[in-house]
């Protein structure tokens, strides 16, 4: 089904706005505690003496509020434009929508405060707070885990409920993306948090970890971000994506070879080689799949080239499909056995986190603010400047702290390998870390550039006019 434009009062503008909110401030304060603990590195960190605002509960506000404040969040608030549109029919009811974002928000403040007072899950990236003594079924926090279970399942009605409804008409690839998406969310999580530490504990349950931080970037975050380009890049290009059934195989090559890849984040290590090597084999199929989602996505832009020039939405499509290339090529490195001996436990994995989450899935929310907000508040952008001042330092940082970290992560892994001093190698990273912070403070330049603009744009007077946005038929 193609997308449309029109504005009929399909689409609850008041709960996108909410998420939105609610996304803008959790990016705002992750990246602020990022920028914080990028201090710890230098040995300026602000607080070093306070327990409560110790580093290591800065760092999993830092990436907890990245994943599920601002990329969940975004995701919901983009898909509650999509999903009605794709459908013709609205969400289940705006009324739950309100509770969903309560609860979402509610469990987000809950793990907060759980990292705070030493409260964390000790899983790797399921570190929201079960809410139990470790192995008991005693109360010792707000039980955040089941408040997310519960979250995620009304999450899921809401948005199951127009699909449904649709049943008899064909899908648009992004509906596919999204209902796997949903479900794959809830079973990840509910598989993350509970087996490694209730049933499987040890080398195993350390292989469903990694399968569970894989599957939560892959089968989450990856479904709804292809999902929502399928969507909203052929909507502002005004043209079809090029080929439907590349669509559909990266769908299915999603979908088959990416939770098996799950082992990748801990090779050499007591998880049995066969295991491994099957990690990495299917690891090298994504790759694949992957690649047929950038080529038909650049291929979708031709004879639209100058959209480049006049569309910020477009830009930030695009230079994050750049970067999703960079990135993916690689972790085609990372992953085998011989970079692995080198790369792990050094900035090398940091240099891929940042460039991944930031440079392309946070580039493709950014392109879809940049597009969506002007059309809910009603207001012309107030400055384009400033948009393009939000651009240029997010590309340029993201850019710089990508290669920084590469680069200091390969040195490392060398020096470690030739057995140098742990100090040495310290010493040998400092200028590294230096200039990740520096390409940090222009993430966040940016990010403020944007979201004052965001709230510039709120408050002024001049009224939107959708004639003066749209790209020409023939823009080449
Ligand atoms: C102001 C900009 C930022 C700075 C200065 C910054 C800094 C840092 C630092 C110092 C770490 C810890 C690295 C380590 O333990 O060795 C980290 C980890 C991480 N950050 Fe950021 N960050 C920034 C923005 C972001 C953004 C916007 C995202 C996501 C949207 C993000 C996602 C992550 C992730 C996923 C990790 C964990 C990486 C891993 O465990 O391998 N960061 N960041
Ligand atoms: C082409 C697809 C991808 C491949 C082949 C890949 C590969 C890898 C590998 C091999 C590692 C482990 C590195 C190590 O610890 O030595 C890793 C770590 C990581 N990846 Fe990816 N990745 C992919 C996509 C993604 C996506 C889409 C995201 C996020 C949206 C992501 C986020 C991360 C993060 C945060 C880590 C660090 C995890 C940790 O804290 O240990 N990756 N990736």
């Not at 750049?322 to 240099?351: E, G, L, P």
Request: neutral net charge; aromatic residues 18%.
């Amino acid at each position: 089904m193609q997308p449309q434009l029109s504005s009929e009062p399909l689409v609850s503008y008041k709960l996108i706005k909410l998420h939105l909110i609610a996304a803008a401030i959790a990016l705002l304060l992750s990246m602020a505690a990022g920028f914080l603990y990028s201090l710890q590195f230098l040995g300026y960190y602000p607080w070093p003496d306070s327990e409560l605002l110790a580093p290591g509960h800065i760092r999993l506000i830092h990436t907890n509020l990245a994943a599920y404040g601002w990329l969940v969040n975004g995701f919901t608030a983009m898909t509650y434009y999509a999903v009605p549109r794709l459908t013709g029919s609205k969400v289940l009811s705006e009324k739950m929508g309100t509770l969903i974002f309560a609860v979402w928000q509610f469990a987000l403040l809950a793990s907060l405060g759980g990292f705070l007072f030493n409260r964390a899950q000790a899983i790797e990236w399921g570190e929201t707070p079960t809410g139990f003594r470790p192995g008991t079924f005693d109360l010792n926090w707000i039980p955040v885990d089941l408040i997310v279970v519960i979250g995620a399942v009304l999450l899921i009605t809401q948005f199951m409920v127009p699909i449904y409804k649709a049943r008899e008409q064909k899908f648009y690839v992004t509906l596919w993306y999204f209902i796997s998406g949903f479900v794959w969310l809830a079973l990840t999580y509910l598989m993350g948090n509970i087996i490694p530490e209730w049933v499987l504990p040890g080398a195993a349950g350390a292989a469903v970890t990694g399968l569970f931080i894989h599957d939560l970037v892959g089968l989450y975050v990856t479904p709804m971000g292809w999902g929502l380009m399928y969507f909203f890049v052929p909507l502002i290009l005004k043209k079809p994506i090029w080929s439907h059934s590349l669509s559909v195989i990266g769908f299915w090559g999603l979908a088959f070879f990416y939770p098996l890849g799950g082992v990748h984040h801990f090779l050499i290590s007591p998880i049995p080689d066969y295991v491994e090597y099957g990690a990495i084999t299917t690891t090298l199929a994504i790759e694949v799949v992957v690649t047929t989602v950038v080529v038909n996505f650049f291929m979708t832009l031709r004879g639209k080239w100058s959209a480049l020039r006049t569309s910020f939405a477009i830009r930030w499509f695009y230079a994050g499909a750049v970067m999703y290339f960079i990135t993916c090529f690689q972790c085609a490195f990372q992953v085998t056995w011989m970079f692995q001996k080198i790369i792990h436990f050094t900035d090398w994995v940091v240099s891929h986190a940042h460039m991944i989450m930031f440079g392309t899935f946070t580039f493709w929310l950014f392109g879809v603010i940049d597009w969506l907000w002007p059309r809910i508040v009603r207001r012309e952008w107030h400055s384009t400047s400033l948009r393009a001042w939000h651009f240029w330092l997010s590309v340029t940082g993201i850019v710089v702290m990508f290669f920084d970290l590469m680069i200091a992560g390969l040195v490392h892994g060398f020096m470690q390998r030739e057995l140098n001093h742990w100090t040495d190698i310290i010493d040998m990273s400092i200028p590294f870390w230096w200039v990740r912070t520096v390409s940090g403070a222009m993430l966040l330049g940016g990010l403020m550039c944007g979201l004052y603009n965001m709230y510039a744009t709120a408050k002024s007077d001049v009224e939107y006019v959708e004639e003066n946005h749209l790209i020409p038929a023939s823009a080449d």
